[in-house]
C-alpha cells in the first residue's frame, strides 16, 4: 500500500477586480528523490512528482515537466489575469501516476 | 574539483558551441530545436550565493504582451553541472498575466544555470546566471 500524496497548499486570493493579475503560491511537500543522490553509499530510490498542471474553468492554463532539478517540496509562483470568476484546479502527479488535487475558486466583481 | 572556466566561457558565447558540455547541449536542442537562441527581453533571477543547493529561489521573467497573438509558450530551466541539466520545464498559455515563473531548484555544486524561453512566433531567448552553492543539493 503505497501512501497517497500530500495535500498541496495553495495561497490565491478568494476575489479579484475584473482583469486583475492575482498572484498564485502553491506548495506540496515530496522528497523529489531524483534516485541519483546519495554518492557511494548508494542513492535513495527514486520518487519523484514529474508532472504539474494548472486549469482554469477545465483548461489548461499552465503546465509543468518536474525534472531531477526541480528542489523537494516543490514551490511555484505564478500570475493569472482574471477577466470573470472562476474554478482553479491544481493537479501533480508522480510517477506512480498518483495524483494530488487541489481546487480554488476566486470571485471577481 | 574540475576546472570550469573552460564551460563558462564557451556558455557566455553564444550559440552555444561545441565546447559546452554535450549533455547540456543535446537537453539544449531537445527542447527548442535548431532555432536561433538570441539574448536579450528575459530575466533570470538567482542568489548570487546560495547557503542550500537544494533549495535555490529562481525567477524566470520574460518581456512578453502575453496575448493570443504574441505571448510565451514554454521556459526551460537548465543546470550546466548537475549530474542531469534538467531542472524543470514550463508550458504557459495568454492566461498567464505575466510570462514569469518563480520556483526553487537544486544544484549540485557551483555553476550557471540557463533559463530559455520559447515565444509565440517559435523565436527562442535565453539568460545565463551563476551560482555559488555553499551546500551542494544532490548530496544525500
Known amino acids: 500500500m503505497t501512501p497517497a500524496l500530500a495535500t498541496p497548499r495553495i495561497r490565491i486570493p478568494r476575489t479579484a477586480k475584473p482583469g486583475e493579475a492575482i498572484e498564485i503560491r502553491t506548495l506540496i511537500e515530496h522528497p523529489m528523490e531524483s534516485g541519483i543522490r546519495g554518492g557511494r553509499e548508494g542513492a535513495a530510490a527514486r520518487d519523484m512528482l514529474t508532472r504539474m498542471q494548472v486549469r482554469l474553468d477545465g483548461q489548461v492554463i499552465l503546465a509543468a515537466e518536474l525534472g531531477n532539478g526541480t528542489s523537494a517540496n516543490p514551490y511555484h509562483v505564478f500570475h493569472v489575469r482574471l477577466e470573470r470568476s472562476g474554478e482553479f484546479e491544481f493537479l501533480w502527479t508522480d510517477e506512480r501516476g498518483r495524483i494530488a488535487r487541489a481546487t480554488a475558486r476566486v470571485t471577481v466583481g | 574539483m574540475l576546472p570550469r572556466r573552460p564551460l563558462l566561457l564557451a556558455l557566455a558565447a553564444l550559440p552555444f558551441g561545441a565546447r559546452a558540455a554535450p549533455s547540456l547541449e543535446a537537453a539544449i536542442r531537445d527542447l527548442v530545436g535548431e532555432a536561433r537562441i538570441e ?7 538567482l542568489p ?93
Open chain 2, 39 to 45: 539574448a536579450g527581453g528575459i530575466a533570470l533571477r
Open chain 2, 48 to 140: 548570487p550565493l546560495a547557503e542550500n543547493g537544494g533549495q535555490v529561489p529562481v525567477t524566470v521573467s520574460v518581456e512578453s504582451p502575453q496575448t493570443a497573438a504574441d505571448h510565451v509558450t514554454h521556459i526551460h530551466l537548465l543546470a550546466t553541472r548537475n549530474p542531469t541539466p534538467g531542472l524543470a520545464s514550463f508550458r504557459l498559455t495568454p492566461a498567464l498575466a505575466r510570462a514569469e515563473i518563480q520556483t526553487r531548484i537544486r544544484l549540485a555544486e557551483d555553476q550557471q544555470v540557463v533559463a530559455l524561453a520559447v515565444l509565440s512566433d517559435g523565436r527562442v531567448r535565453r539568460a545565463l546566471a551563476e551560482t555559488r552553492v555553499a551546500t551542494g543539493g544532490c548530496i544525500g
